[in-house]
């Protein structure tokens, strides 16, 4: 039997019909950009996030990108990242000329860790990036404190997210902005590139809405950076058939990964948090093994697909090293990126393919089970 990390196919099939449809209805309207599909998306995402606002963008790190910029941050500003999380956070930051200044994350829960936060802060720090990684909310309540503290703008990256909530109340709806990816493998996932920027702030949203388009609050006046960040409205018109669905994804993703919890927990390895007040929403389900490396090559002999999200920490990849803003240490990100293993995880998979993975992890870790 072969378990792929992740089934695409599996997970479009019920909804061949309705997708093939919506579209149809765009190649007869075609009005194929920020069309009619975007605006209502948009509600309907605000909606679902329980926020006034969500502009639809062309990608996860435009999201990012266009957030910064709509607080006007810019050169010379400093914006705080964990250390461990996939590039696109810091490269956002990159965008828009600023700096992106590493922190380490928690041992426990692998997102940025709240009692490094303040000694990263300088004069130049204008805003943070805390990252809901692999479903799990980042710590908001004292990332909160800080910010207000220390007069700092919060941006979440919510790209691996959506549905996630932190006592009570939705990712996306937890700081000044947030950042959707709908990147095909996400919870909600376009069939092409898509994202989102959420907030509560009118202003905000008003500016990432001409930050997308050309730079343009009134038709033909580029009065902002001229970028081109819009969002497709086929792939709106696609994500708008999935949103219904998303919580009963969510849902299924939370159920697999309790059973890989329970199967795995008389094995050495080290399975993921869920803190009492968050819904972890099971992006991909990572856990930590001593070889990690042996463990994967023994998982692909016995055909199950792993992946490591990410090998190699931020501040470590070259781009960051090159250019000076990649000094560390941050030994729990690199710890980490030397341990992790990301486990089949998909709405579809059944109990019976998690209970064949976690066997096969059992009788190698496990000789005497
Ligand atoms: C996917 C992802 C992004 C970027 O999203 P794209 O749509 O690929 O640009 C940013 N941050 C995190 C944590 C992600 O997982």
């Known amino acids: 039997m072969n378990i792929p990390l992740i089934d695409l196919k599996a997970h479009h099939q019920a909804l061949h019909a309705e997708i093939t449809s919506a579209i149809q209805n765009i190649l007869e309207r075609t009005d194929f950009i920020l069309g ?20 639809g ?10 957030s910064l910029l709509a607080f006007g941050i810019g050169p ?22 600023a700096k992106p200044v590493f922190v380490d994350v928690d041992p426990v829960t692998w997102t940025l860790d709240v009692t490094k936060l303040e000694e990263a802060i300088t004069p130049s720090t204008k805003a943070m990036i805390p990252v809901h990684l692999y479903g799990l909310p980042a710590d908001m309540d004292p990332i909160r404190a800080i910010a207000k503290k220390h007069n700092l703008i919060i941006v979440e990256d919510a790209c ?73 409205s086929m792939q709106a018109a696609i994500l708008r058939v999935k949103l219904p669905h998303l919580d009963d994804w969510l849902e ?26 968050y819904r972890h929403i099971y992006h991909l389900y990572v856990i930590r093994a001593q070889d990690r490396d042996g463990l994967q090559a023994m998982l ?40 992790i293993l990301s486990l089949p995880m998909y709405p579809e998979l059944t109990e019976e393919q998690v209970e064949v993975v976690a066997s096969t992890i059992t009788r190698v870790l496990v000789p005497t089970a």
């Open 36 to 55: 009619q599909d975007v605006a209502k998306f948009e509600e309907e995402f605000a909606a679902f996030c329980g926020t006034k606002y969500a502009v």
């Open 160 to 232: 691996q997210g959506h549905g996630a909530t932190y006592k009570g109340t939705r990712t996306g709806n937890l700081g000044d902005a947030a950042a959707f990816s709908f990147y095909p493998t996400k919870n909600l996932g376009a069939c092409g590139d898509a994202g989102m920027v959420t907030t509560n702030d009118e202003k905000v949203a008003e500016a990432v809405r001409a930050l997308r388009n050309c730079g343009q609050r009134v038709k033909n006046v580029h009065e902002l950076p001229p970028f081109n960040h819009r969002m497709d």
């Open 300 to 339: 692909k002999e016995n055909g199950i697909g792993t992946a490591i999200h990410y090998p190699i920490p931020v501040h470590q990849q070259p781009f960051y090293m090159k250019n000076g803003q990649g000094q560390g240490p941050y030994p729990v990100a690199e710890k980490i990126c030397s341990e």
């Open 252 to 277: 299924s993703r939370r159920s697999l990964a309790g059973l890989y919890n329970q199967l795995l927990a008389d094995t050495p390895v080290v399975t993921p948090v869920e803190p009492h007040g």
């Open 76 to 97: 010379g500003d400093e914006v705080l990242v964990p250390a461990h999380t996939f590039t696109a956070t810091a490269a956002a930051v990159s965008f828009t000329g």
């Open 57 to 66: 963008v062309s990608s996860g790190v435009a999201a990012l990108e266009l």
